[in-house]
């Protein structure tokens, strides 16, 4: 049974920093796609960034330049690093198993809200 539980969300000001970690069991991260993904209230489930078994990464053109996507296939944990963040990016956000589309996804994490303050 596959299990993702994100951490790190919290309240920021406006271009601050934060890191989110999505803690995944029951899957080895390294031979799967793994994505993380955030809704805001109102809004459709947006995919922010997805990293490939091979390493690539993909982002959304909002968060390009300022998030990055990576992994640590020893702790089997997938991390979000969110710089420069604007009032737009406050969300809660998910990981996401096989997911380049939300349609492909496979299992959610139970979300982490992240608020940025202007």
């Known amino acids: 049974q596959v299990h993702l539980v994100e951490s790190g969300g919290g309240l920021v000001q406006a271009g601050g920093s934060l890191r989110l970690s999505c803690a995944a069991s029951g899957i080895i991260i390294q031979n799967n796609v793994m994505a993380w993904y955030r809704q805001a209230p109102g809004k459709q489930r947006e995919r922010v960034a997805f990293?490939?078994?091979?390493?690539?990464?993909n982002y959304a053109d909002s968060v390009k330049g300022r998030f990055t996507i990576s992994r640590d296939n020893v702790k089997n944990t997938v991390y979000l690093q969110m710089n420069s963040l604007i009032s737009e990016d406050t969300s809660v956000y998910y990981c996401?198993?096989?997911?380049?589309?939300?349609?492909?996804?496979?299992?959610w994490g139970q979300g982490t809200q992240v608020a940025v303050s202007s």
């Open positions: 990293i490939l078994s091979g390493g690539s990464t």
């Open positions: 996401a198993l096989g997911g380049t589309t939300s349609s492909l996804v496979r299992a």
